[in-house]
């Protein structure tokens, strides 16, 4: 039984695949930290050093890109955690899923460790289903969160150590780039 297990994981995990070689660029979905702090005047390392990007192809067809950039101990830099992910699934209901997932998540492990979140539903979101939060550290604001699913495809944002009261990060920088999430495609190379 045990060897039947352990073949089934070999099996699962080489049916994946992870490309890094992208360049992010060819993906204007994706808010890029640089983006971000020209916008906000943040002092970020522009190296790269803290910077990925990846697309996985997973076994049952479904792909996600996720693009990071975390930094959070530094004096020369303002500590900042900043990821987005996009999910392409297979079908409606396993977009729906990974949607309620994401958002589940966020409630199990962001209300814990002195964090939480505080939902903000005065906006209206593009997409079939979304979610939009402040999250919080010790009471404080310290970021956000936002997920949207538009049919087969979820777009899903998480910053902590960035909070605008204006939601500017949201109106301005990501929702015009949501607004189409349907239509989002991989580049094919």
């Given at each position: ?149 538009q049919g087969r495809t979820v777009y899903t944002m998480m910053v902590s150590g960035l909070y605008t009261p204006d939601h500017s990060l ?20």
């Amino acid at each position: 039984m045990n060897k039947a297990v352990f073949i089934f994981i070999i099996i699962f995990f080489s049916s994946c695949s992870t490309r890094d070689d992208l360049d992010i660029k060819d993906y204007p979905i994706i808010t890029s930290i640089n983006e971000l702090s020209e916008y906000f005047d943040l002092k970020i390392d522009k190296s790269g050093k803290y910077e990925t990007a990846s697309i996985t192809n997973y076994f049952d067809g479904s792909t996600e890109l996720e693009y990071t950039y975390e930094l959070l101990e530094s004096q020369k830099y303002d500590p900042l955690y900043y990821s987005i992910t996009v999910d392409k699934e297979r079908s409606i209901k396993d977009a729906k899923e990974v949607y309620l997932l994401g958002k589940g998540a966020l409630s199990l492990v962001g209300n814990s460790f002195g964090q939480g979140t505080k939902e903000i539903d005065t906006i209206k979101l593009p997409g079939d289903n979304s979610y939009y939060a402040l999250r919080t550290l010790d009471g404080e604001p310290n970021g956000m969160f936002y997920i949207v699913r538009q049919g087969r495809t979820v777009y899903t944002m998480m910053v902590s150590g960035l909070y605008t009261p204006d939601h500017s990060l949201l109106l301005d920088l990501l929702m015009p780039k949501t607004v189409n999430l349907d239509k989002f495609e991989f580049v094919k190379k």
